[in-house]
């Protein structure tokens, strides 16, 4: 087996802001949508819709807490609804928002059979609903489903008197708004006089295309995320959150690669804010752990594997996954970071050990299809059992499900490994900038090796990913700008015979 040895990647940024000069400009951009949601409101401007768009780990849930209590605040806003795709975003945002606001204020609606499975923490801050008859009148803040909101939207006109603008809502608060689809967004858009989007632009769409029925359609699209309908609108006003606090420094040029049309990134995290604290380790698995622990991301393609049960379900590649990780914690390490108060200042440091995580998710181990995952869930098994690491250590997903979740450590097969067409680079575009965007330490992407064959040899398709007129050349341009960002490097397996 040969040494593993890696490129040296982008370095981070000569002109990048850290700590509270980077965590200011968040603040400035929500300042500045707070601002146009008072206009709005006021009728001092004819906008209809406010945007935040947002990287991973911007904050956004933050940002939109902030802009939900100041326009209770004002003058023309008595109640706001706020929505999301799916059970997990809206409930721990309904708690954090019951703990500003007073239980009294907020409203959970849910269904009964999600209303038993609720945490006590949710109901001490909220008021819960299953049913409509629950909703308090006089209530501030209602929190559901889009799904919810949609299907029950009559109900709530009939139990809720409507607000000075004529409206079910003055202000209806979209989280994780492009993730939301049009069709589910459009018979939400007139129940109130204002709707603010807050999300990720760079997250999973909310039906790949392969599966949308409207695919190539130049006009209008239900399936696309409903945002993308109105950006271009004049009644649309948009700004970026232009600083991420869950990467290290030396990831944000991969960040900048995603969000590449942008005009500024920049992250809280300094140099030398986190780190990974190793004891020494011998052989190719010590030089990958040594260069994970650099906090640049890092890619290993394997070549001289046995074959693949598919492209996505490769028990070759994860085995030597599971050998690199059974040394690595059998040896030991520690985490070591920097705490930031809310306005991104360093205010101590904190140690975490392998030993003993408390409650962190120090390895989160991605994969693209169930079977995958089923396959690496039996080697976290394993691992757990070995190294008497408790539950929640070492978890597995698929990327699909891991979205908005955080880890220390992310391990992932990089989902162009074993591809043969440059066209699948438009479905795993999207998984890959979750993967890439969860890790607060360290981020190791594994492949077979030709990621570079691919794109220097697959042929390009009329059309691109929505079936937009062209050559599609952007999955070969975008991956190599992406791929520059990583420290890369080549372990090649001896076989027997």
Known sequence: MTECSFSTPLGVPEDARHHGEAAATNVEATTAAIAALADALSGASNFERILLRAA?????????????????????????????????????????LGTVLGRDSVCLRVS?????????????????????????????????????LGLRGYAFRQRLSSTSHGRLFDVLFVDEAWQLAQHLYRPLASMARVTVGVGDVGQ???????????????????????????????RTWSVELPAVWRPTAPQLPLWRAFYSDWASLDCVAAPGDRAMDLEPLDDHVGAIWKQVATGEPTLVEVDGLADPDAPDVDPPLLAEVEHWLEVLFSTGFELHEKEYDDVGLPIGDRVISSAD???RTLVSILATRNQAVDDAQEMAERLTAAQ??????????????????????????????????????????GRLAVVCTRATHGLLLVSRSGLDDLMATAPARPGTPLGEPGTRQLPRQTHER???????????IERAG
């Open 56 to 96: 991973a780990g911007a904050g956004k849930s933050y940002a939109l807490k902030r802009m939900v209590d100041q326009a209770l605040a004002g003058l023309h806003c008595q109640r706001v609804g706020v929505v999301a795709f799916t059970n997990k975003q809206i409930i721990p945002l309904a708690e954090d």
């Open 112 to 148: 009964r059979d999600v209303s038993p499975n609720l945490p006590d923490s949710v109901r001490s801050a909220v008021t819960v609903a299953d049913a409509d008859a629950d909703v308090p009148a006089d209530t501030e803040v209602l929190i559901s489903t889009a799904f919810m």
């Open 204 to 234: 999973l769409p909310p039906l790949e295309p392969g599966q949308n029925p409207w695919r190539g359609d130049p006009g209008y699209n239900p399936f696309r995320a409903w945002p993308t309908a109105y950006e271009p609108d004049r």
């Open 357 to 359: 995580p408390k409650g």
């Open 388 to 429: 008497s690491l408790p539950d929640g250590a070492i978890v597995v997903s698929t990327v699909d499900s891991w979205q908005g979740q955080t880890n220390a450590l992310t391990i992932a097969i990089h989902p162009l490994s074993g591809a043969s067409r440059l066209d699948d680079f438009n479905s795993a575009f």
């Open 482 to 492: 992406i791929l520059r960002t990583f420290a890369r490097g080549t372990l090649v």
